[in-house]
């Protein structure tokens, strides 16, 4: 995982983002992998909406990155097709490859 070469001082770096860093894009994709797990797991528009300004629990980033990564695998695998299932995010409605 190309995570683990990011060094503390490279966490703050500019991304294509403007408004985020590295490590807030990081937060964003965890956030984002976290969403998508509980609309696969039948949570409310309304529930997931309140994770999407959510910290990601833990300083360690890279760790949270990998935890969630497994649980949203483990879901999609319930679910074969979930990639082009659509979903209800905070966003609209998406495919699962565009959540």
Partial sequence: ???RL???????????????NVHDLVAHQVRG????????????????AKEQDSGIGSDDWIGAYQVNL????????RWPGSWARRAVDVSGVRSGSRV
């Fill in 1 to 3: 995982m190309r995570l």
């Fill in 6 to 20: 990011v060094t503390d001082a490279q966490r703050t770096l500019p991304t294509p983002c403007p408004e985020r």
């Fill in 33 to 48: 992998m976290r969403i998508y797990t509980s609309l696969l797991h039948g949570a409310a528009r309304e529930v997931v």
């Fill in 70 to 77: 497994r649980r949203l695998s483990k879901a999609q695998a």
